[in-house]
């Protein structure tokens, strides 16, 4: 754990009230997150996401047309020929594409920290729990973000769902599910866990890898989107969690960035020191 990835708190000439400290801590790390970039070695040279993804971008904005004119109808056929079996396992597991199942807890988690990071704890215990708050912050913007800018796109551009319409109906503005084909939300969602969680976790990006990839699939097979759709969800995801990543480690928080403008995840505390703050929160 470093200093410099923690939320600093200016000294407070009388102790807040047991009642306030909560809303202080909210407002103090919404401040942290919004404050300036720091000015380091690597800052200056560091490439914003949007300008080192444009060559993957052009490249998924090419494959979204092509889809729209070659595969999108192709892919309703040949989903409509798979086993029951199929359909009803993907139809199971689409449901955990929804980004419920990570902003409810990871906010509850932010919340409990602080709740927990009372004025009267020590500044080491503080400084524990801020470095947790900073890592947790991260995956809950870097998954928030994209999802809004989705719901917005989605209704501006209104495309409808597969039906009978075909792939190239548009009902702009319509304001009904059914005309909120692209980009799919769901992907979007998995590819922003993807980055955020891959970018935390970086040994453990396989497995979200995965994830991303069954969660996409499955839009496909129940019939809720074209594959085309997907394709625009996921450039969403991905690209809004780089640029979610490059702001925080801008600002030295959870990540930062080398001198040669490479960006890398800040160590957090250790397993140690993580059962000597539960031990004081939780002593009798």
């Known amino acids: 754990m470093t200093g ?14 047991r009642g306030n400290y909560i809303l202080a801590n909210c407002a103090e790390f919404i401040a942290t997150i919004l ?14 996401a949007w300008r080192r993804s444009g060559m993957w971008v052009a490249i998924g904005a090419v494959a979204i047309v092509v889809s729209m004119f070659v595969v999108d109808a192709a892919a309703l056929t040949a989903v409509a020929g798979l086993p029951p079996g199929v359909r009803l396992a993907f ?25 927990l990071d009372r004025p009267w704890l020590q500044r080491w215990s503080r400084l524990v729990l801020a470095v947790l708050a900073v890592r947790l912050g991260f995956l809950f913007v870097a998954i928030a973000i994209p999802g809004i800018l989705n719901n917005i796109l989605k209704r501006l551009i209104g495309r409808a769902r597969p039906s009978q319409l075909g792939p190239f109906f548009y009902e702009p503005l319509a304001w009904r599910a059914a005309f909120e084909g692209m980009p799919s939300g769901h992907a979007t969602t998995a590819f922003s866990v993807l980055v955020a969680f891959g970018a935390m976790f970086p040994r453990l990006r396989w497995l979200f890898w995965i994830y991303a990839l069954a969660i996409a699939a499955s839009r496909v097979v129940v019939g809720a989107h074209y594959p085309s759709d997907v394709l625009a969800g996921a450039a969403l995801g991905a690209v809004g969690a780089l640029c979610i990543r490059d702001w925080f480690a ?35």
């Open 4 to 17: 410099s990835d923690s939320i600093r708190r200016p000294a407070a000439p009388q102790p807040l009230r």
């Open 250 to 284: 801008r600002r030295r928080l959870g990540f930062l960035v080398g001198p040669d403008g490479q960006i890398r995840p800040l160590p957090g505390p250790s397993t140690a020191r993580l059962k000597g703050v539960a031990r004081r929160l939780f002593a009798p």
């Open 35 to 48: 404050r300036a970039p720091r000015a380091t070695s690597g800052t200056s040279i560091l490439v914003p």
């Open 91 to 115: 139809s199971k597991i689409t449901d955990f594409g929804l980004s419920g199942w990570f902003l409810i807890p990871l906010g509850i988690l932010l919340m409990a920290l602080a709740i």
